[in-house]
Structure formats: structure tokens, C-alpha cells
């Protein structure tokens, strides 16, 4: 019977992210505009939401808890109207033409380290039904979804994933997400799809219980630097991934309106 469910669950959440994925492709020809979504409950200023949104990517807005109410239905229309896609894109362009730019060594040190939530792997459909982030996180409700082990890949992310692995970079996933009790599900759903291969899944442990994650991912970053590998490249979509010590030769911030860990 829990197998049952967790396939219809997987089944679901599949369908959704091939109706996303159809949306995006729709997008790229012909952009939706407010109305063609679902119409907002408050009215939304786009001038006053796009320099917000702006201020968060540019991390000058922090510590925020929720999205402001008169921006729900523009992150809304931001994530699913295909700007969240071409983003994502454009950034993980410029991990490519990074990439061009160097060489990887001989001797299988040279490392990247990559967040998970929200850069592995999307969290869009659990927010989807927490107003894209205009209520506050309730952790209770996100560690019992993400137990189920269906967030569905970043294809862009993933893309580039394999190809980091295909040049014989060392990668390392690195997440906030409680050992104990998401390891066996997050690796599982790692796995199925597609993020194979990579060296190590770190996540949090009880030494690191209630540190920032800034606090936590330096001291895992410095862990790494002490056993020899050289960080070339850290992706992350919070700046809690990339900010502290140790945080790499390049950085690359991904896009993410809907919440602010620190």
C-alpha cells in the first residue's frame, strides 16, 4: 500500500513538472502576461516587485521571511512564466564558459561544490501551495515533503551537472537537510533523477545542529580544502551557499524569490 502511494505520489508530481516544462517552452515564443495566470488576490505593483526581486538576487534585501504580499502573484508569474527558466539558463551559461576557461588537473583534486534544494533539485511544487513563499517556512511541513522523495530535477542544473562529472570534476553536494532523518530519501531521489556519480552527499549532522547554514557550508568547505581538493566552482541559490570560507574560485548565484535561509 506505501508503495502504491509513493508511485502515485512520483506519478503526480512527474505529470506537473512536464506541464511546467511545456510552459517554459511555451514562454520562449510567446511571453504570458498576468492575465493569461491566475488573477491575484492583491493588486501587485511589477515596477515596485521586479527591484525587490533585484534587491534579493543582489543580496541587499536579507533576512526576510516572506515574500511581500503585493509580489506573491509576481513571483508566481516569474517562476512559471518562463523568466525563472531562462535564468537559470543564462547562469548556468556562464558555469559554462567558465568552464572553458580551465583545465582540470591529473590527479583528481579539482572539486565543485553544488546545494542541493533549489539547485539540484526543485522545490516549486511545495511552495506552489505556500503562496510562492508568502507564508512564513514551517519546517514541519517541508521535511514531510520533501520524505517523499519526489522533487523533481533542475534540467538546466542537471546539464550541467553531467558535464562536470564528464570532465572529471570531483563534485560534492552539499546540504542543510538533516542527515538522520532525509539521507536515505534525498539520495534516493537524488538518483532517480539523474545525479549520479557525484563524490560525497554532505549534509547536516548533529555537530552542526543550529549553526547558520553559512556557518555549517564553511566549515564542510574547509573540511574539503584540509583533505587536498582545490574548490573551483560553487553553485548554490542562496547566498547563505556562498558566502563564509573556503567558498571556491567562482561562485554562481541561482535565482530564488520565494525564501531567504541565512
Same mark, same amino acid.
Given at each position: 500500500?506505501?508503495?502504491?502511494?509513493?508511485?502515485?505520489?512520483?506519478?503526480?508530481?512527474?505529470?506537473?513538472?512536464?506541464?511546467?516544462?511545456?510552459? $517554459?517552452?511555451?514562454?520562449?515564443?510567446?511571453?504570458?502576461?498576468?492575465?493569461? #495566470?491566475?488573477?491575484?488576490?492583491?493588486?501587485?505593483?511589477?515596477?515596485?516587485?521586479?527591484?525587490?526581486? +533585484?534587491?534579493?538576487?543582489? $543580496?541587499?534585501?536579507?533576512?526576510?521571511?516572506?515574500?511581500?504580499?503585493?509580489?506573491?502573484?509576481?513571483?508566481?508569474?516569474?517562476?512559471?512564466?518562463?523568466?525563472?527558466?531562462?535564468?537559470?539558463?543564462?547562469?548556468?551559461?556562464?558555469?559554462?564558459?567558465?568552464?572553458?576557461?580551465?583545465?582540470?588537473?591529473?590527479?583528481?583534486?579539482?572539486?565543485?561544490?553544488?546545494?542541493?534544494?533549489?539547485?539540484?533539485?526543485? $522545490?516549486?511544487?511545495?511552495?506552489?501551495?505556500?503562496?510562492?513563499?508568502?507564508?512564513?517556512?514551517?519546517?514541519?511541513?517541508?521535511?514531510?515533503?520533501?520524505?517523499?522523495?519526489?522533487?523533481?530535477?533542475?534540467?538546466?542544473?542537471?546539464?550541467?551537472?553531467?558535464?562536470?562529472?564528464?570532465?572529471?570534476?570531483?563534485?560534492? +553536494?552539499?546540504?542543510?537537510?538533516?542527515?538522520?532523518?532525509?539521507?536515505?530519501?534525498?539520495?534516493? $531521489?537524488?538518483?532517480?533523477?539523474?545525479?549520479?556519480?557525484?563524490?560525497?552527499?554532505?549534509?547536516?549532522?548533529?555537530?552542526?545542529?543550529?549553526?547558520?547554514?553559512?556557518?555549517?557550508?564553511?566549515?564542510?568547505?574547509?573540511?574539503?580544502?584540509?583533505?587536498?581538493?582545490?574548490?573551483?566552482?560553487?553553485?548554490?541559490?542562496?547566498?547563505?551557499? #556562498?558566502?563564509?570560507?573556503?567558498?571556491?574560485?567562482?561562485?554562481?548565484? +541561482?535565482?530564488?524569490?520565494?525564501?531567504?535561509?541565512?
Amino acid at each position: 500500500m506505501k508503495e502504491w502511494r509513493y508511485m502515485f505520489t512520483l506519478m503526480v508530481a512527474l505529470w506537473e513538472l512536464i506541464l511546467l516544462m511545456l510552459s $517554459n517552452l511555451f514562454s520562449r515564443t510567446t511571453e504570458a502576461k498576468p492575465s493569461q #495566470l491566475l488573477r491575484p488576490s492583491i493588486a501587485f505593483d511589477t515596477s515596485y516587485c521586479l527591484s525587490w526581486r +533585484l534587491a534579493v538576487e543582489a $543580496n541587499n534585501a536579507k533576512g526576510w521571511r516572506t515574500v511581500p504580499p503585493q509580489c506573491v502573484f509576481y513571483v508566481e508569474s516569474y517562476m512559471f512564466g518562463g523568466q525563472y527558466s531562462r535564468d537559470l539558463d543564462t547562469a548556468m551559461e556562464q558555469v559554462g564558459l567558465y568552464l572553458n576557461g580551465v583545465s582540470v588537473g591529473g590527479d583528481g583534486m579539482d572539486a565543485w561544490v553544488l546545494d542541493v534544494d533549489d539547485t539540484c533539485l526543485s $522545490n516549486l511544487f511545495y511552495y506552489q501551495g505556500k503562496q510562492f513563499g508568502g507564508v512564513p517556512f514551517d519546517p514541519v511541513a517541508f521535511k514531510s515533503w520533501a520524505s517523499e522523495g519526489i522533487c523533481p530535477a533542475i534540467p538546466a542544473v542537471l546539464g550541467m551537472y553531467k558535464r562536470l562529472i564528464q570532465l572529471g570534476y570531483k563534485v560534492f +553536494l552539499l546540504t542543510g537537510r538533516d542527515e538522520v532523518s532525509l539521507g536515505s530519501v534525498t539520495t534516493s $531521489n537524488l538518483k532517480f533523477q539523474g545525479f549520479d556519480g557525484y563524490e560525497r552527499l554532505i549534509m547536516r549532522t548533529a555537530p552542526y545542529k543550529g549553526l547558520s547554514a553559512t556557518l555549517f557550508k564553511s566549515a564542510i568547505r574547509k573540511q574539503l580544502v584540509a583533505e587536498g581538493y582545490r574548490l573551483r566552482g560553487n553553485i548554490g541559490d542562496q547566498w547563505s551557499d #556562498l558566502q563564509g570560507d573556503y567558498v571556491g574560485d567562482r561562485i554562481f548565484k +541561482l535565482p530564488n524569490p520565494m525564501y531567504f535561509v541565512p
